[in-house]
């Protein structure tokens, strides 16, 4: 039996800095070769043996919600728990999950791409009464680096995490595998009833509670700007091409048609609201 059956995804921001003055789509929902960027994630978590997926909503939650619904196959079981704060940090969507969740829990962000085996290598791993962060050591290959988390290590230690960081040597992926003590310290970290991921992750990691896990050569992507998401596509193209697509294949036959796309070169449709059809 898998250890970790239960995930939480922050979805909560209004994503102005991929999408503009777009008021029309939701970031999760921007194509990517294609596909809903948040398939991929959906796909990962299901191949990777989650049964339960918590999403946090706050921007447009309404929408947000409907929206995903419709994307949801068997197997997985969605939970929507509302933000009313998500104009505050990330720290405070994760605690917005605080009284929905038992045990460790995998956490990502709805914005990222990341290889299947990233996941799996993160579980398989983890240490479920430490805090674990995939990190990358890659530092050329990151698209934006004064943009990325920053992460200070000693071995597989988290010693230090931050974006204005000048000593690093590696990158936050955005994907962790999470204790309940979480909670507390996020709590803990609260300054004007607001507190960033990052501030969480900073106190365990001075309690000696934060490790880190190498993605080796596996490959992610953050998404948040247009930028950002031409390279992913670019990518993940690439990728396509050499049959390198544990990522791109995890998914299920909702992906193929957009597979089919990108090989015709038919890359870039034009973004909707998700809801459109159905409104």
């Not at 990151?142 to 690093?168: C, E, H, N, P, S």
């Not at 991921?197 to 948040?224: H, N, P, T, Y």
């Not at 957009?258 to 809801?275: I, S, V």
Request: aromatic share 6%; net charge negative; proline share 4%.
């Amino acid at each position: 039996m898998i250890a970790v059956a239960e995930a939480v995804i922050l979805m909560a921001g209004e994503g102005s800095r991929l999408r503009g003055s777009d008021k029309t789509f939701l970031k999760p929902f921007v194509p990517v070769l294609g596909r809903p960027l948040i398939c991929y994630t959906i796909d990962a978590l299901i191949h990777a043996g989650i049964k339960k997926a918590n999403f946090i909503v706050g921007y447009q939650s309404d929408r947000m919600t409907t929206a995903i619904k419709q994307l949801i196959p068997s197997g997985l079981e969605p939970s929507f728990i509302e933000n009313c704060e998500w104009q505050k940090q990330n720290g405070i969507s994760v605690l917005a999950a605080a009284n929905h969740i038992t045990s460790p829990f995998l956490l990502t962000m709805s914005d990222h791409l990341f290889d299947q085996s990233i996941v799996n290598l993160l579980l398989r791993n983890a240490a479920l009464d430490e805090l674990n962060l995939a990190i990358d050591r890659k530092l050329d290959s990151i698209f934006d680096v004064d943009d990325a988390m920053k992460v200070q290590t000693r071995g597989d230690r988290i010693l230090k995490i931050g974006k204005d960081l000048t000593v690093y040597d590696t990158i936050d992926t955005g994907l962790f595998v999470c204790p309940l003590d979480i909670f507390d310290y996020l709590e803990r970290v609260k300054r004007d009833g607001d507190c960033s991921l990052a501030d969480g992750v900073q106190l365990m990691a001075s309690d000696g509670k934060a490790r880190a896990v190498d993605i080796g050569d596996a490959w992610w992507q953050d998404i948040d700007t247009p930028q950002m998401l031409a390279c992913a596509e670019t990518q993940l193209r690439s990728r396509l091409a050499r049959g390198d697509i544990d990522m791109a294949r995890a998914g299920s036959d909702r992906g193929n048609h957009a597979e089919n796309q990108a090989r015709a070169g038919n890359n870039h449709p034009k973004m909707k609201d998700p809801l459109s059809q159905a409104e």
